[in-house]
């Protein structure tokens, strides 16, 4: 459904021309001309027809602002090609509490985007078929399904989708425009809503009139994106992006104003009492064309758009998603590229909240857009303050031109903001309000736990040198074909104290000599004394018993026959299953698992258990740290034939530091760069470990650094790529898994034996 990879090389011919950058990062601005006039006008339709004078007014100071504001972002373009927007702007110059407050705002602006955007277009759907009225939220949430799959499947590839509807949408509005403007100058057609009456609710008042102001600013929706994807567009990319940013700009004043200028001389009628199947833009073009094939094209296109328009907040959702990640105040996963070189992540998250939102609101678009511009001018707000910061503290050539255009930017936006917020505060802005500072807050507890976890990762400066003993447990189940297995693997690492537990049926005299049979020299084997059902409560007592050291190691050895499929597999919780995630949370403890393919049963079907001629050991690594330095030496202890650290890139220039890093520890242990260009770390990982294994005499032990943190909330902060790597090599011939627990916050100080 998504096609073919791509690899992180071809990233470059993923950038967008101007040609697909406009649709696709200018569909929201463009298509909120669709319902911004309205909106207006359903607000002074409380107060009369006599009200709607003040259309024209009203529309020329929200250009006016929409001017002001395209104008200053296009200096924010320039003077941050790598993106980022108001965010990057704001915790720059102004600091980092008002940067994120830009990043919530713009966050949960790019998520109404979607709801409003599904919703408008599902609106407009209904409108042409009125039986589907009761399923409004199950079409909206398929267009954001499909809108979803869209973007699943490339920036240029939604570009090109889109540029169809983004285009034709264009074009139909201002063919719609000048017909209606020619055809006036002879005899002008009236609305079929002309002759509509409309009783005034209540008087024209200023804060009605500030109202109708805030409902039409949603013009100005989306009109950040663009600064927010500098990076997608071809280089040079500020340039391209300005100027992209400009031809918007002067597209949806034109649009804006002509409609609004249009639908005045039309004598459109709207109001929140009156049912009427046809919003404004669908009258003027009822009027214009006299209901002729023009009309329902526009209609088409209007519909399309709508729907489309949500592909500004797909493009730009995850992108600020992976810059708050960059930085540490989201969770890293935001920062993976998918296999069509998208941020899969921030896009699924992005649906699941829009989803959600539009089923909390019922599809109600009346509703949703009452929560829409708040968002939008607080991020323009921060954004041109902090230009102005920016200006000023640098005082580069020309900075009192640009600190005064930026400067007029802030004033006016934040006028509008204080107008959007008290006229719309009781209709519904109160939840963005009341949301943002909990979105604050929630980005400073992912940096603070980040900036936890990387203290705790180098606060010991752990050496290879350090002196570790490690103890291991082997668990004998039997002497059925597993445990010959475990007994193979024993004899391949050779422990120097091996502490073997019996936990099967049968007397330990009978046990003991067939254990001294297969595995002499590895122990004597002793009976773990337990009660019904205690089995692993009991060896967890028993591995806490053991005398040791701090730094010393106890492995927990668990032999295993795999026969089923991973689901089934988890399903049948068997006792191995049990005892691996009894232990995951034990200080010291490493869990060795012994895994028995059906492919393996012939290699030690004999009567004794085959000694591997070679045990070669590979340990994972994302950076050079102690968790990373304990796993190193944790493989050390099981003196392997060959050992070498193995780091997977994605990209090629993430090798680089970590490079620096190995050589600045002297870790005297090789290490492997391995390239994966597709960012799926299964294929490359398995090619590297099947080298060895190809050659029939050696086993692969494979020694993962795992962090253990404290709270459930805090492992969705992680990639979990040791629990990956861990259900991967699980059904891998010829390998051993073992996880060597790092344990984060309060239990990392627990010492083995207390």
């Given at each position: 459904m ?9 990233l470059?011919?993923q950038?967008?021309?101007?040609t697909l ?27 009369g ?12 100071v929200?250009a ?8 200053s972002?296009?200096q ?22 008002p ?14 985007t979607?709801a ?12 042409a ?26 920036v ?27 055809s ?12 509509l009456?409309?009783?005034?609710a ?5 804060f ?13 929706t989306?009109?950040e ?12 990319q500020?340039?391209?992006?300005a100027t ?10 034109g ?20 049912v ?35 592909n500004?907040a797909?493009?730009d959702?995850?992108?600020l ?5 960059r ?20 896009i ?18 009346t509703?949703?857009i009452?929560?829409?511009?708040v ?11 902090g230009?102005?910061?920016?200006w ?13 255009i ?37 980005l ?13 990762l ?32 024993l004899?391949a ?36 004394e ?15 018993s ?42 010291g403890?490493?869990?060795?698992d ?11 079907a ?17 950076g ?5 330095i ?9 003196r392997?034939a ?5 780091f997977?890139?994605?990209?090629p ?24 260009p ?77």
């Amino acid at each position: 459904m998504l096609g073919r990879p791509h690899a992180s090389s071809e990233l470059e011919h993923q950038l967008l021309p101007k040609t697909l950058a406009l649709p696709v990062f200018s569909s929201d601005p463009l298509s909120s001309n669709a319902y911004a006039t309205e909106e207006m006008m359903l607000v002074l339709a409380l107060a009369g027809a006599a009200s709607f004078r003040l259309m024209l007014p009203i529309a020329l100071v929200i250009a006016t602002v929409l001017a002001i504001v395209i104008t200053s972002y296009r200096q924010t373009v320039r003077a941050y090609p790598s993106g980022g927007g108001s965010y990057i702007v704001a915790r720059e110059n102004l600091g980092t509490i008002p940067g994120l407050v830009a990043a919530a705002a713009i966050l949960q602006d790019y998520v109404l985007t979607v709801a409003v955007s599904v919703t408008a277009g599902t609106v407009a759907i209904v409108s042409a078929a009125p039986a589907l009225r009761n399923q409004r939220v199950p079409i909206a949430l398929v267009l954001v399904a499909l809108v979803s799959l869209a973007n699943l499947r490339g920036v240029k590839e939604a570009g090109t989708l889109f540029a169809i509807p983004t285009y034709g949408f264009i074009l139909m509005v201002y063919a719609t425009l000048i017909t209606g403007f020619v055809s006036c100058l002879d005899v002008c057609p009236r609305a079929e809503t002309a002759h509509l009456p409309l009783e005034a609710a209540q008087g024209l008042t200023l804060f009605l009139v500030l109202r109708a102001f805030a409902s039409g600013s949603t013009a100005l929706t989306g009109v950040e994106a663009i600064a927010d994807g500098v990076q997608a567009f071809r280089r040079p990319q500020s340039r391209n992006a300005a100027t992209t940013l400009g031809v918007m700009g002067l597209m949806t004043i034109g649009m804006f104003l002509g409609i609004t200028i249009l639908a005045r001389i039309l004598q459109v009628r709207v109001s929140e009492h009156l049912v009427l199947e046809k919003s404004v833009l669908a009258q003027i073009g009822d009027a214009v064309f006299q209901g002729g094939a023009p009309f329902f094209v526009l209609q088409v296109f209007t519909a399309l758009i709508l729907i489309v328009a949500a592909n500004t907040a797909y493009q730009d959702f995850p992108r600020l998603s992976a810059i708050l990640a960059r930085d540490r105040f989201m969770p890293r996963q935001f920062m993976n590229r998918g296999d069509r070189l998208v941020y899969s992540n921030g896009i699924m998250v992005l649906s699941l909240l829009a989803g959600l939102l539009v089923w909390a609101f019922s599809a109600d678009l009346t509703r949703l857009i009452q929560l829409y511009v708040v968002g939008v001018f607080t991020a323009f707000t921060l954004s041109q303050l902090g230009m102005v910061r920016r200006w000023v503290r640098l005082r580069e050539e020309g900075w009192r031109r640009s600190a005064t255009i930026n400067g007029i930017g802030a004033a006016a936006t934040g006028i509008v903001l204080v107008i959007v917020t008290l006229t719309k505060f009781i209709h519904g802005a109160w939840i963005v309000i009341v949301v943002m500072p909990v979105i604050v807050v929630m980005l400073l507890n992912v940096r603070r736990h980040y900036e936890h976890t990387r203290g705790q990762l180098v606060a010991r400066n752990l050496s290879l040198a350090m002196a570790v003993e490690n103890i291991v447990v082997p668990v004998v189940p039997g002497f059925d074909q597993p445990t010959r297995e475990l007994i193979s693997w024993l004899r391949a690492v050779r422990p120097e104290r091996v502490m073997p537990l019996f936990i099967g049926e049968g007397t330990l005299e009978d046990a003991s000599s067939a254990w001294n049979r297969l595995a002499p020299r590895l122990g004597t084997l002793m009976r773990l004394e337990h009660g019904a059902g205690q089995k692993v409560k009991a060896l967890r007592e028993f591995v806490r018993s053991i005398p040791r050291s701090p730094d010393d190691f106890v492995t927990v050895v668990v032999p295993e026959e795999i026969d089923t499929g991973l689901l089934r597999y988890l399903l049948r919780r068997t006792r191995a299953f049990r005892i691996k995630t009894a232990f995951l949370l034990e200080p010291g403890v490493v869990v060795t698992d012994i895994p028995l393919l059906p492919e393996e049963v012939a290699g030690v079907a004999s009567e004794r258990p085959l000694e591997p001629e070679r045990n070669v050991c590979l340990v994972p690594i994302s950076g050079v740290h102690d968790a990373s330095i304990r796993a190193l030496a944790y493989a050390q202890s099981l003196r392997p034939a060959h050992l070498e650290g193995v780091f997977l890139a994605g990209e090629p220039e993430e090798a680089d530091e970590l490079i620096r890093e190995w050589r600045e520890r002297a870790i005297d242990i090789p290490l492997t760069v391995i390239e994966a260009p597709f960012r799926d770390y299964g294929p490359p990982m398995l090619e590297e470990i099947r080298r060895y294994t190809s050659r029939g005499d050696t086993i692969v032990t494979v020694v993962m650094p795992e962090l253990v943190v404290e709270s459930w909330r805090h492992k969705l902060l992680h990639n979990q790529r040791a629990l990956f790597l861990k259900r991967l090599l699980l059904f891998e011939p010829w390998v051993v898994s073992v996880s060597v627990p790092f344990h984060l916050g309060a239990r990392a100080q627990v010492r083995a034996g207390d």
